[in-house]
C-alpha cells in the first residue's frame, strides 16, 4: 500500500508564499516522477509543476517564475514553494506520484487527499 499526504496549505493575503509538502510512504521500489496539480469547483484538474526522478522539471504557464517545484528522494518528499501569491491560485492542490511498489514490475500514479490553498485579502 502507497500514501502520498500533503500539508501546507493556508489562508494567505494576495502577494504571499506558501511551501507546501507531500510525503510518500508504504511498499514503495521506487518512485520516478513526482508532481503538484490543482482544481477548484467545477473545474479540471490541471497540472501546476512536475519532476523527475533525475530533477528535470516542468511548470504550467500561470505559474512559471513564481512556483518552485523540489523533492528530496532520500524522504520520498516532494515541495511546491509559491512566491507571489494570486486569488487565482486559490484552489486544491493535490500532490501525485509514480511509483513502482516493491514486487511490482509496472508504475502506477497515486494522489493525495488534497490540501486548500486561498489567497485572498
Known amino acids: 500500500q502507497v500514501q502520498l499526504v500533503e500539508s501546507g496549505g493556508d489562508l494567505v493575503p494576495p502577494g504571499g508564499s506558501l511551501r507546501l509538502s507531500c510525503a510518500a510512504s508504504?511498499?514503495?521500489?521506487?518512485?520516478?516522477?513526482m508532481g503538484w496539480h490543482r482544481q477548484g469547483p467545477g473545474k479540471v484538474r490541471e497540472l501546476v509543476a512536475v519532476?523527475?526522478?533525475?530533477?528535470?522539471?516542468n511548470y504550467a504557464d500561470s505559474v512559471k517564475g513564481r512556483f518552485s517545484i523540489s523533492r528530496d528522494n532520500a524522504k520520498n518528499m516532494v515541495y511546491l514553494q509559491m512566491n507571489s501569491l494570486k486569488p487565482e491560485d486559490t484552489d486544491i492542490y493535490y500532490c501525485?506520484?509514480?511509483?513502482?511498489?516493491?514486487?511490482?514490475?509496472?508504475?502506477?500514479?497515486?494522489w493525495g487527499q488534497g490540501t486548500q490553498v486561498t489567497v485572498s485579502s
Open positions: 501525485s506520484g509514480d511509483i513502482r511498489q516493491n514486487a511490482s514490475p509496472a508504475f502506477r500514479r497515486y
Open positions: 508504504g511498499s514503495i521500489f521506487k518512485i520516478y516522477t
Open positions: 519532476t523527475t526522478s533525475d530533477g528535470d522539471t
